[in-house]
């Protein structure tokens, strides 16, 4: 089993939609919890760290389910410039500082 | 302040020839990583350094693959002899030692024909 699974997408929605989608992780004991964003042909990009109580910043609302052991994001009003790739990235344990990527979920939003 | 810096850019080789790819991290950047992401992929670790000491390369492929990291600051990743599959981008990340966010760099991309 894959440490990080990722729904692969791709996710093709209008201007103003809200999109979502979801990231699990094998490892119980995992730490810490990121959303990066690539664009395309780019190097990732940290867009938002995910917190137990879930966190908003701006149209971004990003949930963590530790009990279920997964992590959502959550777009809504989508832009033409949220077309990118987001990777779900997992810290592993306590002190190594280890970080696991899983795939990418697609985001291609259209006029 | 500066970015991640690799070199070079884009790479062509032939099988069975040898490669290295050099990366200047963030200054005081304690942490430094070396991802492989193929076309579709999502980036693979391949070895993570701490200053200049190895702190995981279980996923290196130590018969052809190699990289050191002189004095903690720049590190070169060499893969010989490389294989068609060894064709992707080779990431290189930093992090300050007690911090989450890593920097990547803009990456080598890598074809081996």
């Known amino acids: 089993r894959k440490e990080v699974e990722q729904d692969p997408g791709p996710f093709n929605v209008p201007e103003g939609a809200t999109v979502a989608f979801n990231c699990t992780y094998s490892?119980?004991?995992?730490?810490?919890f990121f959303w990066y964003r690539q664009d395309c042909r780019k190097e990732p990009k940290l867009l938002m760290s995910?917190?137990?109580s879930g966190n908003e910043d701006g149209r971004f609302t990003a949930q963590l389910n530790r009990a279920s052991q997964y992590i959502s994001l959550l777009i809504r009003d989508s832009k033409l410039s949220d077309s990118a790739t987001y990777l779900c990235?997992?810290?592993?344990?306590?002190?190594?500082?280890?970080?696991?990527f899983g795939a990418g979920t697609t985001v291609t939003v259209r006029a | 302040e500066a970015g991640v810096a690799q070199s070079p850019r884009y790479k062509i080789i032939e099988k069975r020839q040898s490669v290295a790819f050099w990366c200047n991290p963030i200054?005081?950047?304690?942490?430094l990583y070396w991802y492989q992401q193929i076309l579709g992929q999502g980036p693979k670790l391949l070895i993570q350094?701490?200053?200049?000491?190895?702190?995981?390369d279980s996923q290196l492929p130590k018969d052809r693959f190699s990289a050191e990291r002189l004095k903690g600051v720049d590190s070169t990743l060499k893969i010989q002899p490389a294989k068609l599959e060894d064709s992707a981008v080779y990431l290189c990340?930093?992090?300050?030692?007690?911090?989450?966010?890593?920097?990547f760099g803009q990456g080598t991309r890598l074809t081996v024909v």
């Open positions: 490892n119980s004991a995992s730490q810490s």
């Open positions: 990340a930093s992090r300050p030692l007690r911090a989450l966010e890593a920097f």
């Open positions: 350094f701490q200053n200049n000491g190895v702190v995981d």
């Open positions: 990235v997992v810290k592993d344990s306590l002190g190594d500082y280890k970080l696991s």
């Open positions: 200054s005081g950047h304690a942490t």
């Open positions: 995910v917190y137990s």
